[in-house]
């Protein structure tokens, strides 16, 4: 019997980026196909992710308030590499930005599982919200063309 030896891949970084983000992709989607299938909703899955967030140390490098938020979202989304993030106004207790590119166009590619876009966002906008309470804020986001535009705010 010949003894052959496996030639495993070489990745780029470019390679490892883009694989990174559609593992990432991935696994939201599965997690929000499996919430459905278990009779749950997006919004769920996207709870129980951003409370599990929290647990460790969310919000430790980026200090307190709105503005520590929305670097995390920053710090966060930017492993995708079409991600956007615009401040639209701030204040010291406010911020109101606008994001796109963190997925949500390739979530397209994932028509089986049955998640859209639409559940991806819904996800990510009670991800958000949790950790947001978590750490005394509110977080509220709506959609506009391609853009999920939203505001940090702390809790009166």
């Known amino acids: 019997m010949d003894k052959k030896t496996i030639e495993l891949p070489r990745l780029t970084l470019e390679q490892k980026w883009q694989t990174a983000e559609e593992n990432l992709i991935y696994f939201v ?8 299938s278990m009779g749950k909703s997006p919004e769920d899955f996207g709870t129980f992710a951003g409370v599990i967030a929290v647990t460790p140390s969310w919000g430790k490098d980026e200090g307190k308030g709105p503005q520590a938020l929305v670097a995390g979202i920053s710090r966060n989304k ?27 166009n390739d979530v397209r590619h994932w028509l089986e599982p049955g998640v859209t876009v639409d559940d991806y966002l819904r996800f990510f906008d009670r991800k958000w919200i949790a950790i947001a309470d978590h750490l005394g804020l509110e977080y509220k986001q709506r959609v506009e063309g391609d853009w999920i535009v939203f505001t940090v705010t702390e809790k009166r």
């Not at 989607?29 to 459905?36: D, L, M, P, Q, T």
């Open 29 to 36: 989607v599965s997690g929000i196909a499996f919430a459905k």
């Open 78 to 104: 930017q492993q995708f590499r079409d991600f956007q993030l615009e401040i639209l106004s701030e204040s010291e207790t406010m911020v109101e930005a606008k994001m796109k590119g963190f997925g949500e």
